[in-house]
């Protein structure tokens, strides 16, 4: 089996920072999402990429970057973080890029931001 | 915008009783249904899911209805158990275009012993 492996664990910034989260599989999965997590919202995607340096815009790009430097990783920057913001950001990998019978998404553990 | 809603949020059952959780979709195409289980403090896996020539999918005391007339489809846990505590997400496939899954805003089922 493999595993996805979220940096950091919890994430504390100031308002306005750029802050970037990376995730790491191991599974040889050719897409890579991110998703955001917030109480009574469910998951919802920001980016994902289907093949190294390919980016696709999920339903809650605005306001992140994303970069997809090679197979194996992905990273998710908050362009300018807003006060008060806390939230789970999950990445996730999968065989394929759609999202089909057969097509499971693995998880990371994710990354607690809180931004002060 | 488009969603997957999913009912109840908050869910609390004593042990051994049945919990069922509901959700609805917009997308007549999509083909794929599948639950997602959270257990506190660890990431989301795939439990059970059901594909759109089905009507019923049976695993290890959880049931999957599919009423594709309706666009609803329901998670039904028998005889639960402490372990069965966890937020469940429900997902179906999005109807724009990218063929990606959109989730249900979750359900935080408690079983109390």
């Known amino acids: 089996g493999g595993i996805i492996t979220q940096t950091p664990k919890f994430l504390i910034g100031q308002e306005g920072q750029k802050l970037t989260l990376k995730c790491q599989q191991n599974f040889n999965h050719d897409t890579m999402y991110w998703y955001r997590q917030d109480s009574g919202k469910g998951l919802r995607l920001i980016y994902y990429?289907?093949?190294?340096?390919?980016?696709q815009k999920g339903d809650l790009s605005e306001g992140y970057d994303a970069s997809r430097e090679k197979k194996s990783s992905f990273s998710l920057t908050v362009t300018s973080a807003q006060k008060n913001e806390m939230a789970v950001f999950l990445c996730?990998?999968?065989?394929?890029?759609?999202?089909?019978?057969?097509?499971?998404?693995?998880f990371g553990a994710g990354t607690r931001l809180s931004v002060l | 915008g488009e969603q997957v809603e999913q009912l109840p949020s908050i869910l609390r059952v004593q042990e051994g009783s049945s919990a069922s959780i509901n959700c609805t979709y917009e997308?007549?195409?999509?083909?794929?249904f599948p639950w997602y289980k959270q257990e506190p403090g660890e990431n989301p896996k795939l439990i059970i899911d059901?594909?759109?020539?089905?009507e019923r999918k049976q695993t290890q005391g959880l049931i999957v209805l599919l009423d594709k007339k309706a666009k609803r489809f329901s998670l039904h846990i028998t005889d639960t158990q402490p372990g069965d505590s966890a937020m469940y997400f429900c997902a179906a496939i999005a109807s724009s275009g990218s063929w990606q899954l959109i989730f249900g805003s979750g359900t935080q089922l408690t079983v109390m012993p």
């Open positions: 997308n007549s195409a999509s083909n794929y």
């Open positions: 990429s289907i093949t190294e340096n390919d980016l």
């Open positions: 059901i594909r759109s020539n089905m």
């Open positions: 996730a990998s999968s065989i394929r890029s759609w999202g089909g019978a057969g097509n499971t998404l693995y």
